[in-house]
């Protein structure tokens, strides 16, 4: 007899592509059905069968206070009550802006929009509009969302179906974007030496979430920083990911780089559909309608998504959080590396504030050639084996994973003994 998710799945394979409102939901590269779930409550899920998982996918990044936090419940209600949309401003959009200029200094200005694929699309075009030029430079296995420009040996769902460059895309369209290879500094410096004066942005992840978890090296930040600067390029850290999820700041926080765009998603909106970008005031006075950029929406700074993202960066700036998150995701990642040496498993992790990254191989990747050497039947395995056991991990090889600040010392007790266990069998 068939169980409810996959019965559920083989119905919704019949009226929605690949059953999936977005790809990396699919399980393709890790093969079986995806869950379904129900409802969430702090690091647990439970799906439409009633089992409980431990959650390290966090709606891919959101979920950094869990889910149902109380204070973000109510704010939603609370909004909800006074009216869904309006299509004009708000008195909480301007809370918003003010309050994102106030946590990242680097934000002069900011708009609000739907989805982080939209602050990045938009970010693209206001650097364009400001520097007349149309050359964009991205890193292979970073990915900035689905617009057109940026899909090129892109990462994330792209990557983990080994598709990275989409069909349907012009040509034409990509032909101004240049891709070079993340933390490679002498790429970059050949790359500016012979095109710089035509390069209208630098677009990056600061620290890369799309092919699962790489940090940017220090140098690469500096040359970066400095030749964008020489240039007159725009440099643009899509913050979506790591936005209010590496650190209080960000990775620009982190890192003490100063972007002059950047964009935000995510724990932004804390679980509801809001993206932002912002920066230098001089670049974004170039947007309608004060300047000749145009970008618009109609749920641009949706009245219910700003008060869930205000409620949770209330709560993610309050001191000690970043402390006690980092120091969760580090004895998750301790942990579990600790259990893999005792198995004698290749094995390696990395983190930074509640975001991580696992591979199979010996030493954390720095780069995406070093990401494609880690072995990704082992981690179909892993995934597998610590799903059974109730731990619910992204189901790609290509994706980060999240903790948030519900999750304490008996989930990251029960998930490392569940990663024991997965070890033990892989062995076996
Ligand atoms: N950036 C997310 C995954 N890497 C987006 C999730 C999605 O594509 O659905």
Redesign the pocket.
Known sequence: MKSRNEVLFEQSQRVIPGGVN?P??AFRSVGGTPRFFRRGKGAWLWDEEGNAYIDYVGS?GPMILGHCHPEVVQAVQEAAADGLSFGAPTARELEMAQTLVRLMPSLEMVRLVSSGTEATMTAIRAARGFTGRDVVVKFEGC?HGHADALLVKAG??LLTFGQPSSAGVPADTTRHTLVLDYNDVEGLEKTFASRGDEIAAVILEPVV??MNFVRPSESFLRTLRALTEKHGAVLIFDEV?TGFRVGPQGAQGLFGIRPDLTTLGKVVGGGMPLGAFGGRRDIMEKLAPLGPVYQAGTLSGNPVAVAAGLATLRLVSEPGFFERLSGTTAALVNGMAAEARRHSVPFSADALGGMFGVFFRDRAPESYAQVLQSDRDAFNRFFHLMLEQGIYLAPSAF?AGFVSAAHGAEEIRKTVAAAGIAFGRMRG
């Open positions: 977005s990396v939901r891919w990915y994330s769902g979430g799309n990911m994706e």
